[in-house]
């Protein structure tokens, strides 16, 4: 199956980035949001990568431009009943994603491919509300979707495989290094990122060091490009929590859940960086380490 229009659904962090990569590398692509705001935010977004690139000297203006002809907004869902394939980049809630593919069983051709970019629901579990089980996989980008080489490509038990593989290629024309997963809730990364970023948390409780030097251990000790609260921050606290929760329920783990202190900081409004406090205070020139009384 050759694959030449890309829908998107959602056009926040992730799903910016999914359409920006999509429309960069050739495909037709039209991506979904509830409002004319968010459409418009959303594109301008990427709009806005892409002026820098430019200005760096590593893409053309034409490119550019050819990029963002092939990028449109929609508050429509119907509008997308052309598209080969959709990812869906929503917020992780199970009802409002199936409600989304229950229309568009309705609205797309039979041959049209439902993908996920959840990071840890199930995808079998989206598959079993539409009647195209065997034609739903998991899309699993990485944030910056733009940055990061990493796709997760996930077959459920019902995925066909000839679907399967148009998925897998398909990332692989993004530019993006795809690995094959199995629908465990997490897929690869997230079920050992997850516990070691609550691990972070755990150790910071128990007070093994300061959050400054458990960033600075894992960054020269092990070379990762941020530490465990870092990345935290850049993830967003409330959605570590919400992954932590829904793989919690999966596996009935401690090790997934979330500590105390996670709890503590999402009820007072420090999502990480999004929300300007979290580990680190963003409200300056430089992050620097809050103070949360440890
Ligand atoms: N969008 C597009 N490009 C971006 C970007 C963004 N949001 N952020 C950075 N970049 C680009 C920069 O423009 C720069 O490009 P050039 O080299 O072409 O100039 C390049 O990335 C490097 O950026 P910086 O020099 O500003 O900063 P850096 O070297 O520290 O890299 C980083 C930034 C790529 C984010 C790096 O710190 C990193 O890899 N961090 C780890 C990110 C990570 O682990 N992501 C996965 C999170 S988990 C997840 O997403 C899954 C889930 O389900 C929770």
């Not at 806005?48 to 050819?66: C, I, M, P, S």
Request: aromatic share 8%.
């Amino acid at each position: 199956m050759k694959i030449k229009r890309v829908g998107v659904l959602g056009c926040g962090l992730m799903g910016s980035g999914i359409a920006q990569i999509c429309a960069q590398a050739g495909y037709d692509t039209i991506v979904r949001e509830v409002s004319n705001e968010l459409c418009e935010r959303g594109i301008g977004g990427i709009g806005k990568q892409l002026g820098k690139a430019v200005e760096k000297g590593k893409l053309a203006a034409e490119d550019r431009d050819a990029t963002m002809g092939r990028l449109r907004g929609t508050t429509d869902l119907a509008d997308l009943k052309e598209c080969d394939i959709i990812i869906e980049a929503v917020v992780e809630n199970l009802d409002l994603k199936n409600e989304m593919w229950r229309t568009l069983d309705g609205v797309c051709g039979p041959e049209t491919i439902f993908a996920s970019n959840t990071s840890s629901l199930t995808i079998a579990d989206m598959a079993a509300a539409t009647k195209r089980p065997e034609r739903m996989v998991g899309l699993h980008f990485f944030n910056p979707v733009p940055v990061m080489k990493l796709v997760e490509v996930v077959k459920t038990i019902a995925t066909d495989p000839q679907v399967f593989q148009t998925a897998f290629d398909f990332a692989a024309s993004l530019g993006k290094e795809p690995i094959v997963c199995k629908d465990n809730s997490g897929f690869v990364v997230n079920l050992l990122l997850v516990p070691y970023m609550m691990d972070a948390i755990r150790a910071l409780e128990q007070g093994v060091a300061t959050i400054e030097d458990i960033d600075k251990g894992m960054r020269l000790g092990t070379g990762y490009p941020m530490g465990p609260f870092t990345l935290s921050d850049f993830v967003g606290l409330d959605t570590l929590d919400k992954i932590g929760d829904i793989m919690y329920n999966e596996y009935k783990e401690k090790r997934y859940a979330s500590p105390p202190l996670l709890r503590r900081m999402i009820s007072l409004g420090y999502f990480g960086r999004k929300s300007g406090k979290g580990f680190y205070d963003y409200s300056g020139p430089e992050p620097k380490v809050m103070d949360l009384g440890i």
